[in-house]
């Protein structure tokens, strides 16, 4: 059975600082997404992971997989008040595109002034 | 925007009463999906439907039931509803023809079972 964990589930940091947030996931999955909700929104997709090694980058935000070691990572770059929300990494069940998503709890990003 | 409209956006309804939700998509996925959201446990798939007609059960299905009769309509139902379904509801969609498309949700149904 598919697990995800998100670490940390809380993350309050401060304006300019740089922060990663961690997803693991316990068997193999070729595919993993990161989602952005924001308080009383729908989710909103940032980045869809396919390969191993794989590196996408919108504005300060930069996300990567490493297959290998069932570890996705998002990286935030001099945060700003904007990237407060929650984020969530969610793994597709199995390899293939017939494979359902488990969630992670999400990390929910606080960035003060 | 995707076109996904989630109906009721908000209900409060009592223990034991059958409540229905609506998913509606103009975007012809063939994919769709239901969610919950809880605090502490991001979210969880209820069902999913792969084609009209065509559904199958999600990580938390008990007590809930769906029908899809055309492309465009999920329909979610709590039989009899418990106050342990008070929760947000989530509809998803996705085009899974290719894996490099995410899944593309509603805004969400809040429901309230006192």
């Known amino acids: 059975e598919l697990k995800v964990e998100q670490n940390p589930l809380f993350l309050s940091m401060q304006e300019g600082k740089n922060y990663t947030i961690y997803c693991n996931y316990s068997?193999?999955?070729?595919?993993l997404y990161w989602y952005r909700q924001d308080p009383g929104k729908s989710l909103e997709s940032l980045f869809v992971l396919l390969s191993n090694g794989a590196v996408k980058q919108e504005g300060r935000l930069m996300a990567s997989l490493d297959t290998k070691a069932r570890l996705s990572t998002l990286h935030i770059t001099a945060a700003v008040h904007d990237l407060s929300a929650t984020y969530f990494c969610a793994v597709a069940t199995y390899p293939g595109s017939q494979g359902n998503l488990i969630f992670g709890k999400g990390t929910k990003l606080s960035v003060k002034p | 925007d995707a076109g996904i409209t989630q109906s009721p956006r908000h209900k409060v309804t009592e223990t034991g009463t059958p409540v229905t939700l609506r998913c509606h998509q103009t975007e012809n996925h063939r994919y769709m999906y239901w969610y919950r959201q809880d605090p502490g446990h991001g979210l969880r798939l209820i069902h999913y439907s792969y084609g009209v007609k065509d559904t199958d059960k999600g990580e938390v299905s008990d007590g809930y039931s769906v029908s899809r009769s055309k492309t465009e309509d999920f329909l979610l139902t709590l039989e009899s509803a418990t106050s342990s379904q008070t929760s947000v509801y989530f509809c998803a969609i996705s085009d899974r023809t290719s894996s490099n498309q995410p899944q593309h949700f509603g805004d969400g149904t809040r429901l309230s079972i006192l």
């Open positions: 068997t193999t999955s070729d595919r």
